[in-house]
Nanobody, 120 residues
Framework: VQLQASGGGLVQAGGSLRLSCAASGRTFSSYATGWFRQAPGKEREFVAAISWFVGTTYYADSVKGRFTISRDNAKKTMYLQMNSLKPEDMAVYYC??????????????WGQGTQVTVSS
């Protein structure tokens, strides 16, 4: 599966952005998908994930209540709606895919990143 993230940009604190991750490959619908982020000087961290069939969602504590992950299997696209953005949310965001047990820790498939910049 190949993944391509988009939708990043510059937003003021308190604002919103929606990231998209378009997938190609016939196996997309059988994988869980998720978002990770990496800020300068920090390790990549898990943000959110969603299972492929039931649509079970997982969130990092730092984004619960502010971010919403969703996906459209027919369009092979995953989304991350980010509201109430904070300066600490600024990072490069990556989309990823793998079987559900590993989607929140060490997914095998990665897209390129999209930069999210939050101004205070």
């Amino acid at each position: 599966v190949q993944l391509q993230a988009s939708g990043g940009g510059l937003v003021q604190a308190g604002g919103s952005l929606r990231l998209s991750c378009a997938a190609s490959g016939r196996t997309f619908s059988s994988y869980a998908t998720g978002w990770f982020r990496q800020a300068p000087g920090k390790e990549r961290e898990f943000v959110a994930a969603i299972s492929w069939f039931v649509g079970t969602t997982y969130y990092a504590d730092s984004v619960k209540g502010r971010f919403t992950i969703s996906r459209d299997n027919a369009k092979k696209t995953m989304y991350l709606q980010m509201n109430s953005l904070k300066p600490e949310d600024m990072a490069v965001y990556y989309c990823a895919a793998d079987q559900e047990p590993t989607i929140t820790t060490a997914p095998r498939f990665w897209g390129q990143g999209t930069q999210v910049t939050v101004s205070s």
